[in-house]
């Protein structure tokens, strides 16, 4: 089973930006989709972004133009980011592998004034 661990989250201004890491210790980006999801109080969790295994990037409309997710090399890691963070980004992120039900325990991204 895939152990995922996200880190990188913290309190940022509005217009700022972030970059969250998640961390499998094991190269299993080159083999595997994974998603970048997030949830704020009081809503469904959506996918913010994805990545194929051979590295195609997805965005969801809200975060197009603003947020970039992107592979270390040697696959252990993946990195989300996020540039010109808005009040509406405040959730906790999580990285997800939907194909093995892997998920960490999430970041918190707080953007406030």
């Known amino acids: 089973q895939a152990q995922l661990v996200e880190s990188g989250g913290g309190l940022v201004q509005p217009g700022g930006s972030l970059k969250l890491t998640c961390s499998a210790g094991?190269?299993?980006?080159?083999?595997?989709?994974m998603e970048w999801l997030r949830q704020a109080p009081g809503k469904e969790r959506e996918v913010v972004a994805s990545v194929t295994a051979n590295g195609i990037p997805w965005y969801a409309s809200s975060v197009k133009g603003r947020f970039t997710i992107s592979k270390r090399n040697d696959a252990h890691e993946v990195y989300l980011h996020m540039d010109n963070l808005k009040l509406e980004d405040t959730a906790v992120y999580y990285c997800?592998?939907?194909?093995?039900?892997?998920r960490g325990q999430g970041t918190q991204v707080t953007v406030s004034s």
């Open positions: 997800n592998i939907p194909i093995l039900n892997a």
């Open positions: 094991q190269r299993i980006f080159y083999i595997y989709h």
